[in-house]
């Protein structure tokens, strides 16, 4: 089993660096040029790497934290060649990264597993218009099922028809059902549904959709609490989950769409999808570090697979480790 597990970590591995290549080559040149002809890291190459970290999205405060970092570990240290920066750069901001929020880093755990219960696991998902929100939930269906759960898919944003039917469509792809109502339906009455429909037949994990918009916080706080407060009629433990979808190639967008919807609703879960076509994958570490709320996973490809659990060390090692 051991075995298996090391192979498979490494397929994932490889899949990261992959979808990380964009930002890890401009990261790269940036960190080249902040220590060149410099044989040790010193003032100005942390002044250089500041502004490396800021023009890749991993935005001011975070930054900040980690030139402190930095400034501290050298004076710590006397002496700190610019060829050990890149091993640096990584215990410092992966130790960031854990001391923000207390999770396992062991890249052996198990995936898309659900705490065992009589009741369903319910993920609801939230996120504006674009982000690819549908393509996750479509995606964890997948991924989930393959793990061994029973799911079931709620199709909760009946604001627009494109959305139930792509939520079908991937529903079909991953084998598992979909409840829907027609479009212009209420969205609560859709998610209590598929909560009771999911508790009646003995299912893992529920996952909802809801509809992809943030210009009346108001109404969409209004919307969310009816929805949640539905479904804990069936299981008074839901949701479980409120997962906040964000693209990453908006880089800051990305950050501040997380902060409005947080003040929105009780998100207790971030993934962050798009990591593969954009240079702007830094905007990861701020998020983490400036949300308090853990990424839970990445999407780094338009395969089923290429969204991965997130696991801190290795995207922290694929970034700035040297290949």
Known sequence: MGFFK???SREKKEKLDT???KTKTG???????????????????????????ITSDVGVETTLKIIKRLEDRVA??????????????????TDL??????????SDSADFEVPESDDPYVIMVVGVNGVGKTTTIG????????????????AADTFRAASIEQLEVWGERAGVPVVKQKMGSDPAAVAFDTVQSAKAHGADVVIIDTAGRLHNKVGLMNELTKIKNVMKRVVPSAPHEILLVLDGSTGQNA????????????????AVTKLDGTAKGGVVIGISDQMKIPVKYIGIGEGIEDLQIFNPREFVRSL????
Not at 320 to 323: E, L, M, P, Q
């Open 6 to 8: 090391k192979i498979f």
């Open 19 to 21: 979808g990380l290549q």
């Open 27 to 53: 990261v790269w040149d940036k960190i080249s040029r902040a220590v060149a002809g410099k044989s040790k890291v010193d003032d100005e190459v942390l002044d250089n790497l500041e502004e490396a970290f």
């Open 76 to 93: 710590r240290d006397k002496y700190v060649s610019s060829s050990e920066l890149n091993e640096l750069l990584c215990d410092e901001v």
């Open 97 to 106: 990264l854990a001391e923000d929020i207390s999770r396992s880093e062991s």
């Open 139 to 154: 995606k964890l269906a997948c991924q989930y099922a393959k793990a061994g759960n029973k799911v079931v898919l709620g």
């Open 255 to 270: 950050y501040e769409q997380a902060r409005q919807f947080a003040a929105a609703t009780d998100v207790n879960a971030l």
């Open 320 to 323: 700035f480790a040297k290949d």
